[in-house]
């Protein structure tokens, strides 16, 4: 327990520091929201002054910072200029449809990558191992932005799939399974490019953590009793191999995060990636350092997990821990 | 380094698209913003050796092409006139660099007609030709982003594994909070920060700037840990024993062990960052309108009609694989080399 506590701090403090690091880039940066309003002739400057002061952005580094933290205090995250609300409600139903978004496509990433992955590292001449490895070769050749593109013309010609925002207007008001389905149908398209994007990466972890467990002497061993192929394969082998994979489940988070704000912009899906974007155009910056620090929170609580998974997984951290 | 197949391939490939990009204004036979409004969208342009009478040419040709009358964006030939392709054609005149002016193209037909091997955009602009410019904004934006990115970190580094002590807790700390950020959220944020409307100029060096920057971590880590080990040689400490100073320990016995992770993580690092400067032109945050970047030509692919009329306008995207492809194969070899 002490090694978590131990985790949890330093989470914290790298959470302490990105929205240090945050404001000292926001000091150093020309303009704000209220300069653009300075351009427009019909607002005088005395205005443009007052609104600044009302807002506290006339304040220097410090105070800007404390009276931030006190808003997070009171579960605010600051205030958005451009929507004139605070920063938290706007930023929770958008983390709720990332989550949604990245936790199916993860998910699905590594139920397709694990059997696949023990599958071409058991038999690394036979053809499915060749055209793994070939098309996760010509997969991680192609960038994400050129996947979710493609992805999208494919979805809107075929008109198979459903495109923009997470439900259709008709079927907003409708409840229960109609509703789920509704929802799944337009999770469709993103989900699968992120998990196509995803996939090489790990697929490749996979088959070399497995092909390091397959060569080691107790898989002989076992060969050597009868047991049978699969069974070594996957009762064996796999939980032996799974260690390398499990901290990689916590670092594939980051990837995975940086690929779904693109799909979520090009697909339309309403989560913080469009909610970015817009605020970076309005030059929003409470909303700006508000997503930074939710997609650095998403990370951060992904690599405790793998991290809990990992202490639950192998019993020589969980001694090393407890020492 | 022994040369081997495995590792000039990929070189070679990569050496011919930077020449020809870099020799746009000779292989493109027309600029970047000549418009002709009346051909928008059209598609890439045929090439003909059996003309409308049947008879076989041995110099392949196109035909003029019109508007199809009262069809919306359709175009057909008017297979009256033959334009021959010429090569080493004489068009619209250009410099390369400040020395060389020439008019000369390496390939071109005669005016009314055109030739659009890529087809065209919204304006009647060549897509090949806005291709191999945007090759030189968006090819040499990653380029020099990644030597940035690699000399802020290399000094960082060594600094911080030569010198060690506070120094080395500082920068490494400083490098853990920018590794911990997912890192295009990194990027936007930082991009977010910096003003929006600027010229495409001051936007290149910009977007250099904030790529070049964002990404320095990684290699310092590597640069500290190579440096770390180094410094403990027995050749070092003898050198030290003998009065050298710390410049010279540097460059004399540091830098030159750096070399293998630099060259990995360049081979690494250029794809990421020529992808990281076609996703911010795409989102209109990187170069704008008139020149082209391959990412604002793959941003006309936001507008329905682009997307699902207009295969074409794919191609910017599609020159990324075979390059990522290149750059792929060579970070393999050379992480192979680095760990043999």
Partial sequence: ?????????????????????????????????????RLN?????ETVD???????????????????????????????????????????????????????????????????????????QGWLARSCSLGSATLLATPDLLLALAGLMFAVRS???????????????????????????HLLAPVTVLVLGSLPILLRHTTSAMREALASPFVSAARAHGIGRTRILFRHALPA?????????????????????????????????????????????????????????????????????LFVADPRIRREGLA | MRASPRLWL??????????????????????????????????????????????FHFQPFVYRRVEHAGQFRGYEEVTETRYPIRFFFHGAAYRL??????????????????????????????????????GQISLFAGLLATTLSLLAGTSLGIMAGFYGTWLDAAIMRLAELFLALPWLYLLFAIRAFLPLHISPAQAFLLVIAVIGLVGWARPARLVRGVALSARERAYVRAARGFGAS???????????????????????????????????????????????????????????????????????????????????????????????
Avoid: K
Wanted: with cysteine; aromatic share 10%.
């Fill in chain 2, 10 to 55: 990929p070189a070679l490939c990569l050496g011919t698209v930077h020449v020809v990009v870099l020799l746009a204004a000779f292989f493109a036979p027309y600029d970047y913003s000549e418009q002709d409004r009346s051909l928008p969208f059209a598609p890439p342009t045929r090439i003909h050796f059996v003309d409308a009478q049947d008879r």
């Fill in chain 1, 1 to 37: 327990m002490r090694y978590f506590g131990l985790r949890m701090g330093q989470a914290l403090l790298l959470l302490v520091g990105v929205s240090l690091l945050s404001f000292v880039f926001l000091q150093l940066a020309p303009g704000d929201f209220f300069s653009e309003m």
């Fill in chain 2, 246 to 340: 710390d410049l010279y320990l540097l460059r004399r016995h540091i830098l030159p062990q750096t070399q293998g992770v630099i060259f990995t993580q360049a081979a690494l690092l250029i794809p990421q960052y020529v992808l990281a400067e076609v996703t911010l032109s795409f989102l209109g945050l990187g170069i704008g309108e008139p020149v082209p970047s391959w990412g604002s030509m793959l941003a006309s692919l936001q507008q329905y009609h682009v997307l699902v009329g207009c295969w074409w306008m794919f191609f910017p995207g599609l020159m990324l694989i075979p390059i990522f492809m290149s750059y792929g194969q060579l970070s393999d070899v050379l992480q192979e080399r680095l760990q043999s």
């Fill in chain 2, 97 to 134: 660099g400040s020395l060389l002016s020439s008019d000369r193209h390496l390939f071109g037909v005669e005016m009314p007609a055109r030739i659009s091997l890529m087809g065209t955009d919204a304006y009647g602009r060549d897509v090949f030709s806005r291709l191999l410019y945007g």
């Fill in chain 1, 241 to 309: 191999a799974m260690n390398p994979l499990v901290s990689l489940m916590g670092a594939s988070l980051a990837s995975l995060l940086s690929a779904s704000l693109l799909v979520e912009v090009v697909m339309g899906w309403p989560g913080i990636g469009p909610l970015l974007l817009e605020a970076i155009l309005n030059r929003d910056l409470y909303v700006v350092i508000g997503v930074v620090m939710l997609s650095t929170f998403f990370l951060v609580a992904g690599m405790l997990t793998a991290d809990l998974l």
């Fill in chain 1, 50 to 124: 007052s609104l600044r002061q009302q807002y506290g952005l006339d304040r220097p580094l410090p105070v800007r910072y404390w009276r931030w933290l006190r808003s997070v205090a009171h579960g605010e995250l600051g205030f958005s200029f451009a929507y004139n609300s605070p920063v938290a409600p706007l930023l929770g139903v958008r983390a709720r449809n990332t989550l949604l978004l990245t936790s199916m496509a993860t998910f699905l990433a590594w139920s397709a990558a694990i059997p696949l992955g023990v599958l071409s590292a058991a038999s690394p």
């Fill in chain 1, 41 to 45: 002739p019909q607002v005088s400057s």
């Fill in chain 1, 159 to 185: 008109g198979w799939l459903r495109i923009g925002g997470m439900a259709s207007a008709e079927i907003d008001a409708a409840q229960g399974w109609l509703r789920i389905r509704d929802v799944a149908s």
